[in-house]
DNA sequence: TTGAAAGCGCTAACAT
DNA sequence: ATGTTAGCGCTTTCAA
């Protein structure tokens, strides 16, 4: 046991990278103390604390990060599998979601299953085998396997973009399918009667399916029916969205109104009605679903319902982290959407 | 040592996770052969790694990859520190990166720096700390002490969204500059001599700088100067382009040619001039960057230069995977980017 | 082809 | 407030 501070000799060169232990030993000090200052500053004394840093800063010396995660049992890193990356709005709430695990020390990894539970499985698998110390998915409907596998290795589990207050797992997000009615019933408020939808995919896709459902629920309230020739299923996709918007308005008695699964499709159906010269919205209402930039400088703007991405992404992270750290955080968060009017709907009949 | 294999007992039912010494145990081989079975099975001859692998789904044994990447130094897991991640173009390559890497066996973390290098720098920190087996960054210009850490750590970094052969670090992209001077030659050669740009903020993205660079270059090398007001500098932001494009047509001799920085600063600016009525072709020709998926929906659709984001993002994926695996693979890849000629570009003065 | 055993670099329980 | 030390679960020599 040493009994004296003795002058540290010159910095050695290292080959290897420095560990713990070369710190420990240039600050005269224990690696538990090393540790300490690392891990709980507060239980060392501020002088130990200080010199242990500058041996820090003097060897360059880098953490571990997976010896940190072995003997620890956390690795500060949480998964999020979503839907798909490039899309704006999921990417907008990965950026969200991102920076908030940033500010607190928590790496983002991510994966995309392109709308198969399936690969959504696998790719849990794979990150849980990583370590990751939470997941957040997108949705409610998940394969059961992932339920088990999740369960058995007790890592918190967060579902995003979906609002289900009794439902066993947490999470952050609004009622798909109340937004949907929403929308509805704003257009048969101002007098539509004879409608079209471009949705999704609904497979896999419990967010498009809800959105729909509420939809064609609010028409049924008004005791309007939609004929199912009038509900369209495409990938989110400009020019599929523009086949549909083609198909819709072929049949026998035109929609005057379209209602649209998200900001996308809305904006291949309304670039396809002024390519086909029918104008918007004094022929044809048209509106989406999330907000995207896009939406407010489309010409003419777009009526869509606001979902705030930003606050999904940031709150979740924050939901996840009390999670993580046992925080009494709520487990439920309902975030608040908005029917956002522009120029794209207009009461039924009105040519202006 | 055990001499015969005894049928094993009922499977207990352990209350931790099962490790590598439960499936040994269950297996009756040694910890060494599971390891084996995992990572190198050519090795073990076949009876035993069946039996092994059975003894795995059995227990539903999942390795530790903090472990695994203790004992062995390598996480499997890269590192991408974009300068946005909502923004179609990045997204859309962060998602070939992730789709490519998955099919390997490796994860992605992202990060994202805003347009700062200095964050970039501390995300490019945190991520070594996790212990990242690469690192892949956008652009040529770093802080120093970013290629410190990874010179020190000698962790493989690659470059993306630049083309630079003789630089140190291996490159996947093409020259942003040659691709600026595409786009202002052929918008001379179609007769435009009065210029504006609008361009990204160029401080601390050397992408968006050479651009401007490459345009301004392809001016001057036809003998045409571009006045110090008609470039303006926005965020790539829609409403920030609708401004951009008002202040260079308030000019004195307005320009009949608008250079972007990318597409949506072409998208802002061709939208303000639906808005205002200014007739694009005829009134003035505009010029994105990127081709994003909107691009040729526009109306009219937009030239642009083609940026083949997918291949990017999975050519970048797979360099890294060979600096990491110690494959011969190529250090620099060039993608070719494509002129893409649509609607809302037309000879200067043709009023049609 | 297989097994024994020595680490990998750190945390945390326990001791002082 | 600090130090000692036993793991964390795996990979990888080395020996058989």
Not at 163 to 179: F, H, I, K, M, Q
Not at 332 to 344: A, F, K, M, P, Q
Request: aromatic letters at 4%; charged letters at 25%; glycine letters at 6%.
């Amino acid at each position: 046991m040493r009994s004296t501070r003795r002058p540290q000799p010159a910095l050695e060169k290292l080959s290897r990278a420095p560990t713990i232990r070369d710190v420990a030993r240039h600050a005269d000090v224990s690696v538990a103390t090393v540790s300490r200052v690392l891990n709980r500053p507060e239980l060392v004394s501020p002088d130990v604390v200080q010199r242990v840093h500058s041996t820090i800063r003097l060897l360059e010396y880098i953490p571990n990060g997976s010896a940190r995660a072995l003997a620890s049992r956390a690795t500060r890193m949480v998964a999020a599998v979503m839907p798909t990356i490039d899309g704006a709005i999921y990417s907008k709430m990965i950026s969200a979601m991102q920076q908030a695990f940033e500010r607190r020390g928590f790496v983002l990894s991510i994966a995309a299953h392109e709308y198969s539970l399936l690969r959504e499985l696998e790719s849990v698998r794979a990150l849980i085998e990583r370590g990751v110390d939470a997941i957040i998915l997108v949705g409610k409907i998940h394969d059961p396997a992932v339920y088990d596998l999740i369960r058995r290795k007790r890592i918190p589990l967060l579902l995003m973009c979906v609002y289900e207050p009794d439902g066993e797992w947490p999470t952050v997000g609004w009622s798909n399918r109340a937004g949907g009615m929403r929308i509805a019933n704003y257009l048969v408020d101002i007098g539509h009667r004879n409608f079209g939808i471009i949705s999704g995919i609904r497979a896999d896709n419990d967010r498009a399916a809800d959105r729909v459902d509420g939809f064609v629920a609010a028409l049924k309230s008004r005791d309007l029916d939609i004929p199912e020739d009038c509900i369209v299923q495409c990938r989110y996709d400009l020019a599929e969205s523009a086949n549909a918007l083609r198909h819709l308005l072929a049949g026998e008695q035109p929609p005057t109104a379209i209602l649209c699964g998200n900001d996308v499709l809305a904006t291949g159906a309304l670039l396809e009605c002024l390519r086909l010269g029918i104008r918007v919205p004094q022929d044809v209402s048209i509106a989406g679903y999330d907000d995207l930039p896009l939406a407010a400088h489309l010409v003419p703007p777009l009526t869509t319902l606001r979902i705030p991405a930003e606050q999904i992404g940031r709150l979740s992270a924050e939901t996840v982290i009390g999670l993580i750290e046992n925080h009494p955080t709520p487990h439920h968060v309902n975030v608040e959407v908005d029917l956002i009017l522009r120029g794209t709907t207009a009461p039924a009949g009105a040519r202006v």
